[in-house]
């Protein structure tokens, strides 16, 4: 073998290995700890006094890579089941009764349902510290190898999605778990609407344009479509309306055909061709597109209407009926940002 091809081969399974240590090991109680005081929890006690924070916790799983190496001096394993952290003592690799010393790093001993994740793994795989929401990440180099991070001190846990840090956490109700969604109030998302008194500004709509701007979403929600405020002029043009996420990505948008823009100085309302989750607390941009042969008019957001750095622009020599992305901004231009919502 020659060694060109060794190197090759080397880096292979390099790549390889670190893609297979990036997840952090889960799984989940098999039985509920139905009290946080662990002398009188169903999952009975290893010993000590009847005060004694030492349990059984019981795993729908155990044989993660892990806890198959586990060793309570050269390789310890910590779990983390809602906010509260464990050090392992002990497995029955057979039944997946674990030993356990509960409310550890500075956590509490706290009651958990039957079916909670158990986030697993050695210390080194763990967080110190918790991240902003929206912190750059690159999931499987650096310090960013394991994912989801996890603060075991806080029980703040964090996934890298589209190069950022969001907080993915059960126990933080609203604060952005991919699997949970919140009911949205008032029935949707809106961008900031401008003190009474602020005149608004009328644009016409350019085929080759497109306006944008941000919109805060604060927690998790499934999303059906987007509406635009449109201004009092009477044009009939097809408009498309976009959603974008914190990169400029589409996320979702309107038929491409478009669609008929029907009511003056009001919002129109359309859905988008498919639903689409967005996760909070972030920022996403929503936007308008129209075809420009009968001078329908968007509102827009005048100088002095939004708090600072909110970004409103738009993007030019863009083909009607296409899917675009952004440049995302933090720059207002008058003029540029439509009253928009999202629901």
Same mark, same amino acid.
């Given at each position: 073998? #020659?060694?060109?091809? =060794? ?25 509920? *700890? ?14 000590? !006094?009847? %005060? ?10 155990? %044989? ?7 060793? =309570? ?7 983390? *089941? ?10 029955n690799t057979t039944t997946c009764?674990? #030993?356990?010393? =509960? ?6 001993s706290l009651p958990h349902a ?19 929401? /929206? ?11 394991? @994912?989801? =991070?996890? #603060? ?6 964090? +996934?890298? *999605?589209?190069?950022?840090?969001? &907080? ?8 952005? +778990? ?8 008032? /029935? /949707? ?10 005149? &608004? $500004? ?5 085929? !080759? ?5 941000? *919109? ?13 405020? #449109? ?15 914190? $990169? ?5 948008? $309107? ?14 309302c359309i859905a988008f061709t ?8 972030? @920022? ?6 129209? %075809? ?32 675009? $992305? ?18």
């Amino acid at each position: 073998m #020659n060694t060109l091809k =060794r190197i090759t081969l080397a880096l292979v399974v390099l790549a390889a290995l670190a893609g297979a240590q990036t997840k952090l090991g889960s799984t989940t109680l098999s039985q509920a *700890i139905s009290t946080a005081d662990p002398s009188t929890s169903v999952v009975g006690l290893v010993g000590g !006094t009847a %005060n004694s924070l030492n349990a059984i916790v019981f795993l729908a799983a155990c %044989n993660q890579t892990d806890m198959a190496a586990f060793n =309570r001096v050269s390789a310890p394993v910590k779990l983390l *089941i809602d906010r509260e952290a464990f050090d392992v003592q002990a497995i029955n690799t057979t039944t997946c009764a674990v #030993n356990v010393l =509960r409310g550890t790093d500075g956590t509490s001993s706290l009651p958990h349902a039957s079916g909670a994740v158990v986030y697993l793994g050695t210390p080194d795989k763990f967080a110190g510290f918790d991240l902003p929401p /929206g912190t750059a990440c690159t999931a499987g180099t650096g310090a960013d190898l394991y @994912t989801p =991070r996890i #603060n075991l001190s806080t029980g703040t846990v964090e +996934d890298c *999605i589209n190069g950022r840090w969001v &907080l993915n956490s059960a126990n933080l109700p609203g604060q952005a +778990d991919p699997q949970v969604n919140y009911a949205q109030p008032f /029935g /949707g998302f809106q961008t900031p609407y401008p003190a009474p008194g602020i005149s &608004l $500004t009328a644009v016409t709509d350019v085929a !080759t344009t497109v306006w944008f701007d941000q *919109i805060f979403i604060p927690v998790n929600a499934t999303v059906t479509g987007a509406c635009v405020y #449109n201004g009092s002029g009477a044009g009939t043009d097809s408009v498309i309306l976009y959603l974008w996420d914190q $990169t400029g990505a589409l996320v979702a948008n $309107t038929a491409l055909a478009g669609t008929a823009s029907a009511g003056a100085s009001q919002y129109q309302c359309i859905a988008f061709t498919a639903t689409a989750q967005v996760l909070g607390p972030q @920022t996403y941009y929503v936007g308008v597109a129209g %075809n420009g042969t009968t001078a329908s008019s968007f509102e827009m957001y005048p100088a002095g209407s939004t708090p600072l750095k909110y970004g409103a622009s738009s993007k030019t020599a863009v083909t009607f009926g296409t899917a675009t $992305t952004i440049t995302p901004t933090t720059t207002f231009t008058a003029g540029k940002g439509p009253l928009m919502t999202v629901y």
